[in-house]
Structures are given as C-alpha cells and as structure tokens.
C-alpha cells in the first residue's frame, strides 16, 4: 500500500494518474481537508499538519508516502525526510517522496541526481512560467532547483491567490475562471506579453481546472502534466527500490478525509465521477 497526501482534493489529479498507471497497487488517500488550503498558512504550520498526515498513512501500513502536493513538498519534504523521518519510529523501512524533482527533470530535461548545468542544455534559455500558491511561489523551490540546472532559463513566478481555496469549496466555474484570467494577466504582464514556453501548475488542484488555463495562456504553451510526470517517476523509483514495491499487495483505493466524508464524496465527484467514497481519518486505523 502506497500513501498519497495532499491538503484536500489536489491530490486526486496525482492519485487518478497513479491508478493508471499502477492498477494492481493499493493506494491510501488521505486528504487534510479540515484544513485545506494549506497554501496561506506558516510554513511551520504545513510541516505540522503534513507531518500528522504521513505519520497517519503509516500507521495505516503504507511504508511510502508521496506528498501529492507542491506546498507540503516545498516547505515540508526535506524537513521531514531529513530531520523527523530518522529520529522517527519509522525510520528502518518508511520514506517520503515529494512531487517537485519529477516536474523539475521535466521541465529542465535533466536528472534529478544532475545538480550541474549541463552541455548542451536542452531548454537553457526557455520562458518557464510556474503558477502556485503563496507558500509553494514564496518557497522559491520551482526557481533554485531550476536555475542550478539551467542557469540561462528565463523563469516568471505567479501566485493564484484563494484559487486552491475556491477549487475546494466548489465555487462555481466564473468565480474560478475569474481568478485564473487575473493571474494569467497578471503573469504576462511580468513576462511583457512574451509567452512561456512551458507552463508548470505547480499545485495539484490546478489541472483541475487546466481548461481554464488553457482558455487563457497563450496557445502555443506547453503545460507540463505534473499528476503524469509523478507516476512516471513514482514507477521508475520503484524500479530502483523493489522493497517498496513489495508494499504493493493490497489493491484498490482507499479514501481518508479529515473532514465530513458527505461533503467530500460530493466535492470530489464533481471532478472525478467514480471515485470510491472517503472514510473519516479519523479513526483509529486497524492494520
Ligand atoms: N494541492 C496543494 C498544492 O499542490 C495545496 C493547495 C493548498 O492547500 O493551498 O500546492
């Protein structure tokens, strides 16, 4: 059994690409929707709350966790993995894995491992364009990590503001698109109306309403599709770490909430019509 975590509903676009891509795994969902959006919060605050969250999908009998979302990977990966998870109970056999070096080698054409810029540097002097919450932009993992592998990469940075928020409370189509448009304007606006090359959503609720950015980007904008890009690696790292792979026995999805699993189930249909229905996280696991 696999975890994916994420702060509430952005997740699923990683976890329906997973299911894809790996239909004999079994995946534990746990969605922190008591406290969505985590976009705003202190960074202390997200390393908490993402911390409660992998612990909860371990003591749930995943031995993986992959943060299904670019705040809690931004701010709370490296923590979690460098200083919790080895002074943890769970340190012999459990990790965590975050979703930005996947999007990262994507977008760059370079490996992960290759921290260098390269010769020749495939996409060296693109416009890359990284839309994201507050937290993920002010983080400015998306730029460093980008920048040691491409240094000549010309990078525009956008915040959407409320929008993982709105996506959550299901506010209707002209309020999310509202919200989108500015912050399209808003980045090329940076960019002086010069198109990105590539565009990165870098918050796994935004390819929910990717047809809203693709009303609005200019059409000759590639999006990277992180939820695709994500199970590619997720296959490739357990290529490379069997053991994990050997977590795969239990099949099928399972759906945790910390919130109402009614209003959940009824969110969550809107954008994937045959999701199996959230339990609460709430209770005490049996494994
Ligand atoms: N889906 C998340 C992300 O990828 C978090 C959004 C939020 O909770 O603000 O950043």
């Given amino acids: 059994m696999i975890g994916v975590f994420d702060s509430g509903l952005g997740g699923l676009t990683v976890l329906r690409a997973l299911a894809e891509r790996f239909p004999d795994t079994g995946f534990t969902y746990y969605g922190d929707h008591a406290n ?93 364009a990284v839309f994201g919450t507050t937290r993920t932009i002010q983080s400015d993992v998306y730029v460093e990590e980008i920048r040691k592998r491409c240094p000549r990469v010309r990078l525009t940075q956008q915040i959407c503001a409320g929008l993982a928020g709105a996506i959550e409370a299901a506010d209707d189509e002209a309020k999310l698109e509202q919200l989108i448009k500015s912050a399209v304007a808003n980045l090329l606006q940076k960019t002086e109306g010069e198109a990105p090359d590539q565009v990165i959503l870098g918050c796994t609720h935004f390819p929910l309403v990717e047809h809203l950015f693709r009303r609005y980007l200019p059409t000759t904008v590639d999006i990277l599709s992180q939820p695709e890009l994500v199970a590619e690696s997720l296959a490739d790292y357990l290529a490379r770490h069997p053991n994990y792979a050997c977590q795969r026995q239990t099949m099928g999805l399972h759906m945790l909430t910390t919130g109402d699993p009614v209003l959940i189930n009824r969110r969550s249909r809107v954008f994937w019509s045959d999701v199996p229905p959230f339990d609460s996280a709430n209770q005490t696991p049996h494994i």
């Fill in 36 to 128: 969505v959006p985590y976009g705003d919060r202190a960074s202390d605050e997200v390393v908490d709350l993402t911390r409660a969250g992998v612990e909860a999908l371990f003591s749930r009998g995943c031995h993986l966790v992959l943060l299904g979302c670019n705040t809690a990977t931004a701010v709370a990966a490296r923590r979690l993995q460098q200083s919790w998870l080895p002074n943890s109970q769970w340190r012999s056999d459990h990790n965590i894995l975050g979703i930005v070096a996947p999007t990262v080698e994507a977008a760059t054409q370079t490996p992960w491992a290759v921290t260098t810029p390269q010769d020749p540097q495939k996409h060296n002097t693109d416009r890359i």
